[in-house]
């Protein structure tokens, strides 16, 4: 998978399949699967590093989860977020932070924001870095709403998702946005769009791989459909391994050298 290839998805009308992942095993696994794109994002913050937003995320993070993803030699497209603080001071900061992932084995990166963000992603296409970007509830500004809420102002989506497709990005995500609203922005631009708690309206979906894995409880947003209960699976077979040690039925003589 290629940027061109999938920019045209849109006009071929096939969906786009996105998924996270934030390590060499699970990035094998999922691009095996043929997902279109691995996002490498910064919901690691969250489901990999037990912290209740994405804001303590650093680029230092960033860089080694998409070291290990990149090390899969995945044929899907590597996209890989920019964390809070990362590119909001200048085009310059943006550039150069984005710089150490594509070095690190990025195809692309994602970063937050509409109308306030269209310098720095015009720049960063001047730069020759390919850049998604992401409307509606954006997670870093978590603060600024009050919560992970669903976003309803269809004019400033609206405006947020053209300055975005105007200023050069090849995609965006749309996250937790009423379906019609979604459904008119993916009309209203030459771009591609990957909903996530958007409907089925995008071009394409986006889920963390722990959510439709069911390997976290703690969080159980309305839009994710869980797909299996890995998550039991590895409690089940932890205790049954536990159980085995305990009364010696583990290892066994085929487990062990004479």
Not at 133 to 155: C, E, L, S, W, Y
């Amino acid at each position: 998978m290629t940027i061109p290839l999938f920019r045209q998805a849109k006009e071929k009308q096939t969906k786009l399949v996105v998924v996270t992942a934030y390590d060499y095993a699970m990035a094998r696994l999922v691009d095996a699967a043929g997902v279109d794109a691995i996002l490498v994002g910064d919901s690691l913050g969250m489901v990999v590093q037990g912290h209740a937003t994405p804001l303590p995320v650093t680029m230092g993070h960033m860089v080694y989860h998409t070291q290990m993803v990149a090390r899969a030699r995945p044929r899907s497209l590597l996209i890989a977020d920019m964390p809070f603080l990362s590119y909001h001071l200048s085009p310059r900061q943006a550039i150069r932070n984005a710089g150490r992932l594509i070095r690190a084995g990025a195809q692309a990166v994602k970063l937050e924001g509409g109308v306030a963000m269209y310098e720095t992603i015009a720049a960063l296409v001047r730069a020759e870095i390919p850049v998604m970007g992401h409307v509606g509830m954006t997670p870093q500004a978590v603060h600024r709403f009050g919560g992970f809420k669903v976003q309803r102002d269809v004019t400033t989506l609206l405006a947020d998702a053209k300055a975005v497709a105007e200023a050069g990005a090849f995609s965006l995500v749309i996250e937790c946005v009423p379906a019609d609203a979604a459904a008119a922005i993916t009309r209203s631009v030459g771009v591609p769009t990957i909903g996530i708690g958007a409907g089925r309206g995008c071009d394409g979906q986006v889920l963390v791989l722990h959510d439709l894995l069911g390997l976290q409880d703690h969080l159980r947003p309305k839009f994710v459909k869980r797909y299996a209960d890995v998550g039991e699976q590895v409690r089940m077979a932890v205790e049954q391994y536990a159980r085995e040690v305990r009364s010696s039925d583990f290892p066994g003589k085929e487990h062990s050298f004479s």
